[in-house]
């Protein structure tokens, strides 16, 4: 929300209301949810390509002598060894362990990094740099009305953007950023994306994000380029098997909770907030491990949601953490954690509680989509 507690509007506001996008209140951002029919842009997305405006997401910049060390003490991964050009997928925990955000770091320079954190979380993680950057020689910066971001995803994204930008797609790697031009806008391109497929965001001027998403819809034409909301987003990322702050991770559960122990780096250089906390928490895992978090397949038709019980035997053995219709798999499927007992793929007599009916559920290891490299 705005300081007025009005919605605020992405620099590609009024060409999605344009193109008749049903808007929706996002964090605080009047956003896209769907142009049209949400199972048709999931399918693009899966078969051609999909454009997406994601402006609403947090960017944070890092600068200054000490930056990396900064960000290696603020944060739970190794951020000191992120080549240039290079980004990691990381958290931000309170010193309790909590998980606040996860994040994705570019690191832009030598003495320069981007953090971008989840738009409901963005001034949390702002307040929690800028808090822990205390005695280091490093500047916080709030970045988040310098940039528009806008996300190509598909296996049709490469030849799009290839049109566009004499960048070396090729030779950029996943989980890698460049600067370039693409349509003649400067552009910082990364090859990231929250949808399970191949894919790029463009981190733009706002001035300059209606000219490029023009571009990028005229480019992608004859390939099937459509327009992409929140909704596809979301069903993309669930069959992926990626999480999503609020569902699968919180400050009640800390990585090694989430089966994400692994962005937890204790062996880099000096103390991080949270260490003490986390180190413990890695050793209750291994000797009795927590809840895991596992994929479920309805054998039915009813579809599960965040908040619903996981069944065996009459008892509750977990909770469903984000579910819905997976237009890829024709079924509905959830993500949950559950008892370390029930969570290998097979384990029979599972379901979840869907207003007093217990429906049968399949688990399976995540993610329930993969794409063909």
């Known amino acids: 929300m705005s300081s007025t507690g009005e919605l605020r509007h992405t620099a590609l506001d009024a060409l999605h209301r344009s ?30 390509a999909g454009l997406f405006d994601l402006s609403h997401m947090g960017e944070i910049t890092v600068t200054g002598p000490q930056a990396a060390g900064l960000l290696n003490h603020a944060l739970v991964g190794n951020i000191a060894s992120v080549g240039v050009g290079r980004a990691r997928y990381t958290m931000i ?3 309790d362990g909590g998980i606040l955000d996860d994040l994705i770091v570019y690191r832009l320079a030598e ?7 989840n738009a409901s979380n963005a001034q949390v993680v702002l307040d929690a740099l800028t808090e822990r950057a205390a005695g280091f020689d490093a500047e916080v910066r709030d970045d988040r009305d310098a940039y528009a971001l806008l996300a190509v995803q598909g296996p049709e994204s490469p030849g799009i953007l290839k049109s566009l ?8 790697k996943y989980y890698a950023g460049l600067p ?7 552009a910082l391109i990364a090859r990231t994306g929250y949808t399970g497929e191949d894919g790029f965001e463009l981190f733009v001027k706002p001035e300059h994000a209606v000219e490029l998403w023009q571009a990028l819809t005229k480019a992608g034409e004859g390939v099937g380029l459509v327009p992409c909301g929140l909704s596809c ?38 103390d ?29 038709r009813r579809v599960p949601r965040a908040g619903y019980p996981v069944v065996a035997g009459g008892e509750v053995i977990g909770e469903v953490t984000s579910g819905a219709p997976s237009p890829t798999l024709g079924k509905p499927i959830a993500m949950a954690y559950v008892d370390a007992a029930h969570s290998a793929p097979g384990t029979a007599g599972v379901g ?3 207003r007093g009916s217990h429906e049968p559920y399949e688990v399976v290891a995540l993610p329930f989509y993969k794409r063909q490299k």
């Open 233 to 270: 987003r979301d069903t993309l990322r669930l069959e992926a098997g990626m999480p999503l702050y609020g569902h699968e991770l919180s400050t009640s559960l800390t990585p090694f909770d989430a089966g994400l122990g692994r962005v937890v780096k204790f062996e880099k250089e000096g």
């Open 180 to 186: 370039g031009t693409v349509a003649g806008v400067p």
């Open 272 to 300: 991080f907030v949270g260490r003490e906390a986390l180190q413990e928490a890695a050793s209750r895992a291994a000797e009795n491990p927590p809840r895991v978090l596992v994929g479920l397949v309805a054998e039915g």
């Open 165 to 172: 930008t004499d960048a070396d797609l090729d030779g950029l």
């Open 111 to 117: 003495t320069e990094y981007m953090v971008v954190a």
């Open 93 to 95: 925990c309170r010193a």
């Open 352 to 354: 979840v509680d869907i």
């Open 19 to 48: 193109l008749g996008a049903t808007m929706t209140d996002f964090a605080g951002w009047d956003m896209p949810l769907r142009y049209g029919s949400e199972r048709d842009e999931h399918l693009a997305v899966r078969t051609k």
